[in-house]
């Protein structure tokens, strides 16, 4: 039961739930002293590893000196971080634990407010032995919002049967750089698709009654040189059209409740104190009434990494006036000396109130001030992190990532014959798992606990299928030991396939390949890797190159010799069982790209969404054409695209006229699929804006609309996509975003780059502002028709 606190008389007016939330929080508001006020705005990571290999930047630095339990939850506390994600513990003895740290905040405190408790949930629930999802990259490549929507929901329920009520996720960050190392944990490079995918993401896990927070707010992803915290020279078109997008995307069609601002410095002002942003953005134009939270340390780093502010009270200052209302991982800034500026009149207490009603609102909304509230939740003791459904979920997921590049007829494997498995990560399971799931971003810390879940390898799975199988590593991820590349040609010239798996390690700051401060000099495979790959090709056997990676890595001229090409990003605890029947051909694949992936590792890091000079022109000598296009993907049967047209007033359009598409209407577009193979598929429809001629440059091409359309052979559907003029607006001279009169396509994509239908048409009217509450999303329609039957 919750501790009676000493101001409690019968029901205190902020745990009345038939009050309106407000009234609420102005009657506790109205109670408390400054420092009860100060203690509601910051977290505590008491479980912190203080050795120098922590989970967050300058963790060791940053945590030295935290106060006893005691003293910290004297005055109440706001939040506790990550009691489930800093060191391997039993779900239901963790679930107990967090229980009775919970009892003692109740009863330390005049009010017996709880804790907010919030984990990382990237890739699943980020404890021990809980489920772990494909990597967000996968999500984008899936192209199934509907299904990223399913695992988020069944992440939020364990995380609530824990405890837990807040997640740090969705990364909604548009990838600009691959070389970044956190390009693992973005959608793609396409912020319609990131969009799109990050808002079923948070509908997933706040239906479930989880708090979602959207990450991270804003540019980070953008920095010079793809060096994490690095500066971001970005001007405020680019952050308006293509980085700013995902955000309003999710919370105006999810319904997130929290935001975490960026490490990044945008033309010289660190986000953590722009209140142009934080404020005048989030709140004052978009309307966001949430909390936003630091980045772990985020506070400080206004002093210790950004040096615009002169010690800790200054950079807390700083930190209020933008806009930020808790202070993340753990009390340090918004400490003890912050309560004395506050008495000095350095820092005003409106500013400390202001952040105060969101952070009290948002804990009714949890229920954490509601009187039947309970420590432990009715499901912790029987708590299962990793189930049957949960696992389902992973693998169809997994399933729908992997992305088939080239394949001249070697896939899927033919029954009976002899397959070499040769390369690093064929027979490691870590292999699978991004920087942001436990066993990596946690578990290594902790190697006597093990992985605390049955993850196959590739080769586990593959071995199932393909009873003569051979394996050799070959060589490392990382490092120059080239001794054990004879053994991998020799593998691969006695077999009649090789299957090669190359690619990365996830890890932190230095410890991987990719993820968290593991950013790339160039887009060269790590290690020796490269070399791996040209003596398995100059065999003549043929050769399905897996690459199993958290960025798109660019083979060269080596990949035009492989027989098949399949990319996995980080594809999740049974990411080797998809692969494998991918190989195999028990899953026919329909995963495309959320990135492009380049021809050149001197980089030329640019994504897809470029305008006319950005792509191959006669005025440089470099090509930066991507091997494969933003989209692009196979599959195991063939699909016709045909008749495409412009649904409407048809009596009324000269055909020879583009059709009229009002600046404020929608235009409603339609073209016929048709599986022509032998064997069921799905097919990702794409569809493109094209802008031949506006105000400002534009994208070539860029993401409307997408729909997976799953057919039977022979099977044939109508797809239609209703698209809002609001979809084409941009930001113009004004500086203001608008809907430009003029001529325009619509183009159906196999891919960015394979346009199999263009459909011009004219934006009729007078230039139209738009804000906010535009229409964000193109609808769409699968309408089946009369299946025909198969003819070879």
């Known amino acids: 039961m919750r501790s009676q606190s000493p101001v409690d008389s019968g029901v205190a007016p902020w745990r009345d739930p038939h009050l309106p939330p407000a009234e609420r929080v102005e009657a506790l508001v109205s109670l408390m002293s400054l420092e009860e006020k100060i203690a509601q705005l910051v977290g505590v990571?008491?479980?912190?590893?203080?050795?120098?290999?922590?989970?967050?930047?300058?963790?060791?630095?940053?945590?030295?000196?935290?106060?006893?339990?005691?003293?910290?939850?004297?005055?109440?506390?706001?939040?506790l971080t990550r009691p489930f994600g800093t060191a391997p513990v039993d779900p239901v003895l963790g679930a107990r634990s967090l229980a009775a740290s919970q009892a003692q905040i109740v009863a330390a405190s005049r009010f017996g407010i709880p804790a907010q408790v919030h984990e990382e949930c990237l890739t699943g629930f980020a404890a021990w032995r809980a489920t772990v999802y494909p990597t967000p990259l996968g999500w984008g490549a899936a192209f199934d919002p509907e299904l990223v929507e399913e695992m988020a929901g069944r992440i939020g329920r364990s995380m609530r049967a824990a405890g837990v009520h807040q997640g740090l996720?969705?990364?909604?960050?548009?990838?600009?750089?691959?070389?970044?190392?956190?390009?693992?944990?973005?959608?793609?490079?396409?912020?319609?698709?990131?969009?799109t995918t990050g808002a079923a993401y948070v509908r997933g896990l706040e239906r479930a009654g989880v708090v979602a927070t959207l990450k991270h707010f804003a540019g980070y992803s953008a920095s010079r040189g793809g060096r994490n915290l690095a500066p971001v020279p970005m001007g405020p078109r680019e952050l308006a059209d293509v980085i700013l997008p995902p955000f309003e995307m999710a919370l105006r069609l999810g319904g997130a409740r929290s935001v975490m601002n960026s490490y990044a410095e945008i033309d010289g002002l660190p986000v953590a104190a722009d209140e142009e942003l934080l404020t005048g953005l989030l709140r004052d134009e978009w309307g966001f009434t949430g909390t936003v939270v630091a980045d772990y340390f985020a506070v400080r780093f206004l002093q210790t990494l950004h040096g615009v502010a002169a010690d800790?009270?200054?950079?807390?200052?700083?930190?209020?006036?933008?806009?930020?209302?808790?202070?993340?991982?753990?009390?340090?800034?918004?400490?003890?000396?912050?309560?004395?500026?506050?008495?000095?009149?350095?820092?005003?207490?409106?500013?400390?109130?202001?952040?105060?009603?969101?952070?009290l609102t948002q804990k009714i909304e949890v229920g954490l001030l509601d009187e039947d509230w309970r420590e432990l939740p009715d499901d912790?003791?029987?708590?299962?992190?990793?189930?049957?459904?949960?696992?389902?979920?992973?693998?169809?997921?997994?399933?729908?990532?992997?992305?088939?590049?080239?394949?001249?007829?070697?896939?899927?494997?033919?029954?009976?014959?002899?397959?070499?498995?040769?390369?690093?990560?064929?027979?490691d399971p870590m292999a699978l798992?991004?920087?942001?799931?436990?066993?990596?971003?946690?578990?290594?810390?902790?190697?006597?606990?093990?992985?605390?879940?049955?993850?196959?390898?590739?080769?586990?799975?593959?071995?199932?299928?393909?009873?003569?199988?051979?394996?050799?590593?070959?060589?490392?991820?990382?490092?120059?030991?080239?001794?054990?590349?004879?053994?991998?040609?020799?593998?691969?010239?006695?077999?009649?396939?090789c299957?090669?798996?190359?690619?990365?390690?996830?890890?932190?700051?230095?410890?991987?390949?990719?993820?968290?401060?593991?950013?790339?000099?160039?887009?060269?495979?790590?290690?020796?890797?490269?070399?791996?790959?040209?003596?398995?090709?100059?065999?003549?056997?043929?050769?399905?190159?897996?690459l199993m990676?958290?960025?798109?890595?660019?083979?060269?001229?080596?990949?035009?010799?492989?027989?098949?090409?399949?990319?996995?990003?980080?594809?999740?605890?049974?990411?080797?069982?998809?692969?494998a029947e991918v190989l195999t051909g028990e899953v026919n694949p329909s995963g495309r790209l959320p990135v492009s992936v380049p021809r050149d590792a001197g980089g030329l890091p640019g994504t897809y969404l470029m305008p006319p000079l950005g792509r191959r022109n006669e005025v440089s000598s470099v090509d930066p054409t991507p091997a494969y296009p933003f989209g692009h993907g196979l599959s195991y049967t063939t699909f016709d695209w045909s008749d495409a047209t412009v649904l409407g007033p048809a009596d009324e359009q000269d055909p020879a006229d583009p059709a009229a598409w009002p600046v404020d209407g929608t235009a409603r577009v339609r073209i016929t699929i048709r599986n022509t193979g032998a064997r069921a598929g799905v097919e990702v429809v794409q569809l493109y804006l094209h802008d031949p001629v506006a105000q400002t440059t534009r994208p070539v091409v860029r993401l409307v609309g997408f729909?997976?359309?799953?057919?039977?052979?022979?099977?044939?559907?109508?797809?239609?996509?209703?698209?809002?003029?609001?979809?084409?607006?941009?930001?113009?001279?004004?500086?203001?975003?608008?809907?430009?009169?003029?001529?325009?396509?619509?183009?159906?994509?196999?891919?960015?780059?394979?346009?199999?239908?263009?459909?011009?048409?004219?934006?009729?009217?007078?230039?139209?502002?738009?804000?906010?509450?535009?229409?964000?999303?193109?609808?769409?329609?699968?309408?089946?028709?009369?299946?025909?039957?198969?003819?070879?």
């Open 45 to 79: 990571w008491v479980g912190a590893e203080a050795s120098g290999e922590g989970v967050a930047p300058h963790q060791s630095d940053m945590i030295d000196g935290t106060p006893p339990w005691a003293e910290i939850i004297r005055y109440g506390l706001g939040q």
């Open 169 to 195: 996720a969705p990364v909604l960050d548009v990838t600009r750089d691959y070389r970044w190392g956190r390009t693992e944990e973005t959608i793609g490079e396409d912020p319609y698709l990131v969009g």
């Open 312 to 359: 800790g009270t200054d950079a807390a200052r700083l930190a209020l006036r933008a806009g930020i209302d808790v202070e993340l991982p753990t009390v340090d800034a918004f400490g003890p000396p912050l309560v004395a500026a506050v008495r000095r009149g350095e820092v005003d207490e409106t500013l400390i109130d202001r952040a105060l009603r969101r952070v």
């Open 380 to 427: 912790a003791a029987d708590l299962r992190l990793d189930d049957e459904t949960s696992q389902d979920v992973a693998v169809r997921l997994a399933r729908e990532s992997v992305v088939l590049l080239r394949n001249t007829g070697v896939l899927p494997l033919p029954a009976g014959r002899r397959v070499a498995l040769v390369g690093p990560l064929a027979d």
């Open 433 to 497: 798992l991004g920087c942001y799931t436990f066993p990596n971003h946690v578990g290594v810390h902790h190697s006597g606990y093990g992985l605390g879940l049955d993850i196959p390898s590739l080769r586990d799975e593959l071995a199932r299928r393909v009873p003569q199988l051979t394996h050799e590593p070959g060589c490392a991820v990382t490092g120059e030991d080239t001794s054990g590349i004879p053994a991998a040609v020799a593998a691969a010239a006695d077999a009649d396939v």
């Open 499 to 546: 299957v090669l798996a190359v690619g990365d390690r996830a890890g932190m700051f230095g410890r991987g390949t990719s993820g968290e401060g593991c950013d790339a000099v160039d887009l060269r495979l790590p290690g020796v890797q490269a070399d791996l790959v040209r003596a398995v090709l100059a065999t003549g056997t043929p050769v399905v190159l897996v």
């Open 549 to 579: 990676t958290g960025r798109p890595y660019a083979l060269g001229p080596e990949v035009d010799a492989a027989a098949a090409v399949v990319q996995a990003f980080f594809l999740g605890q049974r990411g080797g069982q998809a692969l």
């Open 707 to 792: 729909t997976r359309v799953p057919l039977e052979a022979g099977e044939a559907a109508h797809v239609t996509f209703g698209v809002p003029a609001d979809v084409a607006s941009f930001v113009g001279l004004s500086g203001r975003r608008i809907v430009e009169p003029g001529d325009v396509e619509l183009r159906f994509g196999r891919s960015s780059g394979d346009v199999a239908a263009t459909l011009p048409l004219r934006l009729t009217g007078v230039e139209r502002q738009v804000g906010h509450q535009r229409e964000l999303l193109t609808s769409v329609r699968v309408q089946p028709l009369v299946a025909v039957p198969h003819s070879d």
